[in-house]
């Protein structure tokens, strides 16, 4: 038996909507309609909704089942109903290709050569993997291509007209857009996967010169300009073009398909290999030696648990990750093909990897290739990914009929096509892997001890998880307390369900370096530490009620950050949390009391801010518990954290930038616009934040104070809540932070993490990035032992 690589895409009967909430619409047009979700897992996904009627032919699902690259978008899940088709897939937070190419036309700033170099040959790597795999798209243009304007990372969507040409040797159904298409397509005379090479010269053309190669005044015109297949290269935007550039052009834009370069070809041009930039962020030597000792202990002999752990990662791996294991795989990736081969490997790892048994243990489906979910599997923790919750989530998922088991059936309906069987009879054995009171059923209880089993093999040791290429030194901690009265009646209260924090602004201080434990009684919360880091003032507020329902078992914490004075983040941190319990549907809707009381909260300081005629704003970054259940809310740029016992961090929320995507088209569809600024994008060049309380002057160009709720359980391996205002976590990334952590731990203090981690980050401010910082942990364990 052997396990293919690609994406688990499971059929699900059940309604897909009780397990993904509808955050917004993203997309709409004759094919129906896209949502961007989150899952139960907390990650963000695309649902698309297509009627029955327009959707007659399943080739997309089809040929996605066999694509596996991270410039392809995957499809996860697929439900239906009557009258619809319900479609899971990844998220790509992105514009358009095409978007982008306008954009910069518009503003007379067309990509540089290395620019798109860098995004051609992630487009060439997509194709060429899709033709290995006997798919050709047949409509490749910009509009079907999503570029994220950080990175300029690519991703190739919509394969509606994708074909299978495994038992083809040629097609003649004209197909596709008219400015795309290929003259053999055009001519009906019969065409492969060559057309896609045609499209993509094409695409090139227009990133290179900001013009369309076939211009016409109609679609007749335009084709017989195709068909004639002239390109004029003597133009004057072409002078400033290398020559190598032209020289792959011309081979793509050939008319013969015979003589036209095939995408691995053109991967190999002398253009494509001459890549000198990359926006992938550099990976030491270290470090990648790190990631390939843990590739390097990759075992598991269950074909089931092997495909069951693709189904985990794509439900359950967080974006970020995602991303970081994305960038690992291409780096490796040198002849940009989509997958590793043994050579590839031998080129990075040291000598005390067995490169062949490593290649051996990873390459589930045995084709000689690591494919990218297979690295995915190999390389991620698989502990973050399989917490009882999880896993709990992912059996029933598995059991398509709900009565609590997995039967043979079910087996075969779910991984047919994930797991390739010699005979009928390796159904049985499969089942009998995990099956272990033989009763022919697999129990939640068998399958989670089998999953367990599997991540505990393959867990690396503690010594191997704290290996840090770049440690950091024993930390030096002193205590610099400011203390009044009151703050001191806090810490030595036996309850402060209705006191604020300490936060010393009573008598019009402000404090400049501040730390303090959360407590109360005997009992250590968390703790909070805040630092005034060359800025005139300390602008940054928060609020710490340990103890938000008498009861010890629900707290509130908030963080606000404020900019043009302090106004608005003490106004934030005074009263915000009683506009919050005081509304009327707190005790029983917990998400529309913080969207009202957000609302009226916004509401009260703009009146306020009129009033006395103060500018300025804060932004706002909370968290409460409702029993299990955490509520992260946000507005503005701040983060917060979830950190596991293994020190495995996981971002519970997406920071308000006036450069996301949706947030600039907000702004811009309210009359604002997004200027870029020594690399801070901000509203008419202004503000920095694309949400934030207060702030009356930008509230007509789209700034809002509308928080992002982020919900999520808390589970007996929840350690750590840290919430961080922005200052912070520009100059300290997911990485360093679990550093810090780790080596906070083997230190064994009881007190000044929260210190240690302000003392860390303001060793990397520079005299350009210096930011006010306010930290706030939150000890889970507590909390948890409390609620059980």
């Keep these: 038996m052997l396990v293919n690589s690609g994406n688990l895409i499971v059929n699900i009967k059940n309604d897909i909507m009780q397990r993904y909430y509808r955050i917004k619409l993203i997309g709409q047009g004759s094919f129906g309609k896209v949502y961007k979700v989150r899952n139960q897992a907390n990650e963000l996904r695309a649902l698309k909704i297509i009627a029955k009627k327009d959707f007659t032919d399943q080739n997309e699902i089809e040929n996605m089942k066999k694509l596996d690259h991270p410039n392809i978008m995957a499809i996860y899940e697929i439900a239906q109903d009557d009258n619809y088709y319900y479609i899971v897939s990844q998220l790509c937070e992105g514009i358009e290709l095409f978007d982008e190419i306008h954009k910069r036309i518009n503003q007379n700033k067309i990509f540089s050569e290395d620019e798109v170099r860098y995004i051609f040959k992630q487009i060439l790597s997509a194709i060429a993997y899709a033709h290995d795999k006997n798919i050709m798209h047949r409509d490749i243009k910009p509009e079907n291509i999503l570029i994220d304007p950080t990175d300029q990372h690519i991703k190739i969507i919509d394969w509606g007209l994708s074909k299978d040409m495994t038992n083809l040797v040629s097609i003649k159904q004209k197909i596709g857009t008219i400015d795309y298409a290929a003259p053999e397509v055009l001519l009906e005379k019969g065409y492969d996967n060559k057309c896609d090479l045609w499209s993509c010269g094409v695409i090139l053309y227009i990133l290179l010169s900001g013009e369309s190669p076939f211009p016409g005044n109609n679609t007749g015109e335009i084709e017989q300009k195709i068909i004639k297949s002239k390109i004029n ?112 490997l031998k080129a990075y790892c040291n000598d005390d990897i067995d490169v062949e048994d490593l290649f051996n243990r990873v390459d589930t489906d045995k084709n000689g290739y690591i494919e990218f979910t297979e690295f995915l599997t190999a ?45 009928e009879n390796q159904w049985d054995q499969l089942l009998q892997e995990i099956d272990k009171n033989n009763d022919g059923k697999i129990s939640l209880e068998e399958y989670q001890e089998a999953i367990t089993k599997f991540i505990d093999y393959n867990q690396p040791s503690s010594n191997f998880a704290s290996q840090n290429p770049n440690p950091e030194p024993e930390p030096n901690i002193t205590k610099k307390v400011k203390l009044t009265e009151s703050t001191y009646k806090l810490r030595n209260s036996s309850s402060s369900s209705e006191k604020t924090s300490p936060y010393l602004d009573s008598d019009g201080k402000e404090y400049y370096d501040y730390f303090d434990v959360i407590k109360i009684g005997n009992i250590t919360y968390g703790e909070v530490s805040a630092k005034r880091c060359g800025r005139i003032t300390m602008e940054d507020r928060f609020q710490a009620i340990a103890d938000f329902d008498g009861k010890q078992q629900q707290f509130y914490f908030g963080v606000f950050d404020g900019h043009g004075g302090s106004y608005v983040s003490k106004l934030l941190r005074e009263q915000l949390h009683f506009h919050l319990k005081n509304n009327k549907f707190f005790n029983n809707d917990i998400e529309q009391a913080i969207l009202e009381s957000f609302n009226q909260m916004n509401i009260d300081i703009l009146k306020q801010q009129h009033l006395l005629m103060k500018d300025g704003g804060s932004t706002a970054l909370c968290v409460i518990n409702v029993g299990k259940e955490l509520f992260v ?15 495995q961090i996981t971002k519970l929320n997406q920071e308000h930038k006036p450069d996301r995507v949706d947030e600039s088209k907000r702004i811009i ?6 200027l870029t600024i020594k690399n801070q994008a901000r509203i008419n060049g202004e503000l920095a934040v694309s949400r934030s309380f207060g702030d009356p002057k930008y509230i007509e160009h789209g700034l809002t104070a509308i928080p992002e709720i982020t919900k999520l359980q808390l589970n007996e391996n929840s350690k750590y809540l840290i919430l961080a205002t922005d200052g912070f976590w520009d100059v300290i990334t997911i990485e360093t932070l679990q550093k810090l952590l780790i080596n906070w731990d083997n230190f064994k203090e009881k007190e000044g993490l929260s210190q240690y981690l302000l003392e860390s980050a303001q060793k990397q401010q520079t005299n350009y990035k210096k930011d006010n910082m306010t930290i706030i942990i939150i000890d889970l364990i507590i909390y948890f032992n409390k609620l059980q």
């Design 233 to 344: 290269l003597k133009l004057k935007i072409w002078k400033a073009i290398s020559n190598d550039a032209k020289n792959l052009l011309q081979h793509l834009l050939e008319i013969d398909p015979v003589k036209r370069f095939s995408a691995q070809q053109a991967l190999e041009s002398e253009w494509i290999q001459k890549q000198t930039i990359s926006t992938i962020k550099e990976i030491s030597s270290q470090e990648m030696q790190f990631r390939l000792q843990k590739l390097s202990r990759f075992c598991c002999e269950s074909k089931m648990v092997q495909a069951t752990f693709h189904l985990m990662i794509q439900q359950n791996l967080t974006q970020e990750k995602y991303k970081q294991l994305r960038q690992t795989f291409q780096e490796l990736d040198k002849n940009g093909d989509g997958k590793l081969s043994i050579e590839e």
């Design 379 to 423: 390389a991620v923790d698989m502990k973050k990914l399989a917490s009882h919750d999880q896993l709990k989530d992912a059996f029933h998922l598995l059991d398509q009929n709900g009565d609590g088991f997995l039967e043979i059936d079910e087996i075969k309906k779910i991984f047919n096509g994930k797991i390739q069987v010699q005979d």
């Design 633 to 647: 809310i946000n507005v503005g740029d701040s983060a917060c954290v979830l950190i596991d016992k293994d020190f």
């Design 669 to 674: 569809d309210n009359n604002g616009f997004v």
